[in-house]
């Protein structure tokens, strides 16, 4: 509960309808897609940097947790007030400061949904790249508390690539300026990054300069089956050696195909074993060559089938047929996000397909290829508490697994609650510790979303 | 001068040919290209991170300065030692630790020079993007420690969009690793690009993991004269908000121009009064029409001239004549690489004519104008105290002036020494503070590289 100098202090600044203590007006703010349940104590709705760093400054006087949150779309628990104490919404600070197409800029509130930056900045022939699944309703805010990114991130990066400037309340209450207008710029610490991909653990960023990119003339795209895992993969691996970089590089391995066929026996070819969607895109002149180029990389023994697909859509028809059917299946899947080198995609999957083997568990795999970041599904049924025992043993040989092939646990969820028990597989003690004291120095009472990312 | 404990500490470990005392071999390690000169008390030259580790403590332990360094050729003083102490050249840690295509990735120590990178690269079809003028010379440990960037950077980016991951040893004598391996990775704290650009002042490099670019298949160029200055910095913005990205777009102005008519009056058409020379690349089939919209963008009554150059050694040819040029005229120029937003451009550069025009001084502007990054000189004679003291008046108008356009004022040298007394200008009392005190969390003793980059 709440202090209730804490909430008298508060309820002088904020109105009710921004200021929300009702449990059952609370409870839309306690989960987010990791499925988890937590919820807050109160909800703010500041529209101010000035609003948010007076309720920085009361939290930091009593004491209380403070869980910054967008859209609460993220996979990790990241949003989520697990230790009680105030979720803050930044929802309602959707002002688009500027649009600015001559210098490639949108300035935004951190509430604006990504969606409402790519209408923005379409008009003018651009758009900002990063693309998570949620797109069209995560908040930008939300997008660089996670560096979010999605399939075309092998093309085009991730949020940390695609941001100037941040302004944002720390820990401590102080607002602080960060990078610049301009896309270079080395005065002083980089900041703006330190901060992308910190979860609401370091600041509440109250605006962003978002560095746009032209949209491409032209898109095209292509689907292949193979036969084997091992053409696939190979396939995967020719594909990122040869200078063409695909604007997307998405893989579904045989539980994935095998799922989709169960719905839409005609959708693949039945003998298909491991598939790939790849994008190009760029000027209408250059696309040929890119198509040429992929395809032959694509050759193989086991390729049953490669080819250009005749619009886009259809292209991610499979991908898109996937996401429900596993809800459906399987609704409290352990969903990993984890990321090897491309060229050790083909041990990992060989390795992985032997640990689900092991442990006698349904295992759907598929992702963003192109950077080496799958998506590990395993399907397990929560009520069976063996079955949960042998997930999380194979889980943390998975991890290991990762680790040993010089991967990362987390491509674009994050750590959140979700995954902290394995960031000492990847992050040795004495960075550990040197994080921890980033975090000290920005929020020395510990108030920004307590708890998270770390062991 | 060193403690003689120090002395007889380091001798016991490193041999004489890789620890001078000599002032006459230390000599050589006492200037960089700002001109200055602070001969350090001694030099060092570590093979391994365990190495660089053993002199951070016994620095830590003595206080006494450390001052890294790849080649020296920075030109803000950042690699200067100051305060004497000692100079850590990392110029032997030269190993190329891997080349992998494949993840398009090499691995290197600090002393690898850019050059090399290139030329390990440039056979599986990759290049590493920084291009700072000195890259043929230049280590890749001072390119991340300034995020160096060049006249490419307006297309691929600078040094902090091509490293994935660092090993470092802080300032506290910790040896960290930051980041990854591949292109995704969110776990923990962006520790990578808050190192990058940091100047030394923070932790020594001690390998990196560089992210590699496919070489592009072809590249055009295109020269254009203007008649006036207003008519080019048009131009520039036409060019920059429509979608065709040049991989380099850069300008001269008049007095450069009639620098380089000086020495040959037949290089230039007579009444040109500002020129860019932009470049494209990508595949053969894009570059035509990149090359008919960046044609299209230039058109305006002012122009005299746009058209493709046959090749692009003779587009860089204006370019290179000058800066050797004005060495020659004006030794001990100041040289400016401040930033303004692009469409501020025709601002900035009216407004630096008048400035130059009050203060009496001459003046030669250059540079990457497709990031808005100029570099103003002004060609003072140092021995003239009037002159100084009329160009120190203008140099403080000049950084206001940026900064009240949304500017930056150093889009490549970086602080330094050279430019501590402005960097209030830009960067809030509140945010410095905080980098500060980044700054004591990695190096509490304040020995790397004191005195440097804060005011």
Chains 1, 2 share one sequence.
Not at 90 to 95: D, F, I, T
Not at 122 to 148: M, V
């Amino acid at each position: 509960m709440l202090p209730v100098d804490l909430v008298a202090d508060l309820s002088a600044v904020f109105p009710a309808d921004r200021f929300y203590t009702d449990p059952v007006d609370c409870y839309s703010y306690a989960y987010d897609n990791s499925r988890k349940i937590f919820p807050p104590d109160a909800v703010l709705f500041p529209l101010t940097a000035e609003e948010v760093q007076s309720i920085v400054r009361l939290c930091n006087q009593y004491e209380t947790p403070l869980v910054p949150r967008g859209r609460g779309t993220g996979t990790a628990g990241g949003s989520l007030a697990e230790q009680g104490g105030i979720a803050l919404s930044l929802e309602r600070m959707l002002n688009i400061i500027a649009v600015d197409p001559a210098n490639r800029v949108i300035v935004a509130e951190p509430g604006v949904l990504n969606q409402s930056i790519q209408d923005a900045a379409k008009p003018h022939g651009f758009f900002w790249p990063p693309d998570p699944s949620s797109a069209a309703y995560s908040s930008i805010g939300g997008n660089i508390a996670t560096s979010a990114g999605g399939p075309h991130a092998v093309k085009y990066g991730t949020t940390r690539d695609h941001v100037l400037g941040i302004k944002a309340v720390t820990g401590a209450g102080d607002i602080i300026k960060t990078g610049c207008y301009t896309t270079k710029g080395v005065v002083g610490y980089d900041l703006t990054r330190l901060l992308i991909g910190s979860e609401g653990t370091l600041a509440v960023i109250t605006e962003a300069t978002l560095k746009l990119t032209a949209l491409p003339h032209a898109v095209a795209g292509i689907t292949a089956h193979f036969r084997d895992l091992v053409s696939c993969t190979s396939a995967i691996v020719q594909i990122m050696a040869q200078p063409q970089l695909p604007s997307a590089l998405e893989f579904l391995d045989t539980g994935a195909l095998d799922l989709i066929r169960s719905r839409d026996a005609d959708m693949l070819p039945t003998d298909s074993q491991a598939m790939l969607m790849i994008e190009v895109d760029g000027s209408a002149n250059e696309i040929p060559d890119a198509i040429a180029a992929i395809l032959k990389a694509c050759q193989s023994d086991g390729l049953i089938d490669a080819k250009q697909v005749q619009d886009t859509a259809s292209l991610w028809k499979a991908r898109k047929t996937l996401s429900p059917l596993l809800r459906e299946v399987a609704p409290k899947k352990i969903n990993e996000d984890v990321v090897v080198p491309v060229n050790s995609l083909p041990e990992f999957l060989a390795q992985l397909t032997q640990l689900s083997a092991r442990y006698q568990l349904a295992n759907v795999n598929f992702g963003h290829a192109g950077n080496g970041n799958i998506h590990v599904n395993l399907l397990i049924n929560p009520d069976d508490p063996e079955e949960v025992k042998r997930a999380e043993q194979c889980l943390d040989e998975i991890f290991d697994l990762v680790i040993r092939l010089n991967g990362t646990l987390s491509g674009e969820h994050g750590i959140g609650s979700e995954k902290r028990a394995f960031v000492s597989k990847e992050i040795d003690n004495v960075t550990l510790e040197l994080m921890k004291h980033i975090k000290q120095l920005f929020d020395p009472k510990n108030i920004l979303n307590p708890g998270k990312l770390f062991p």
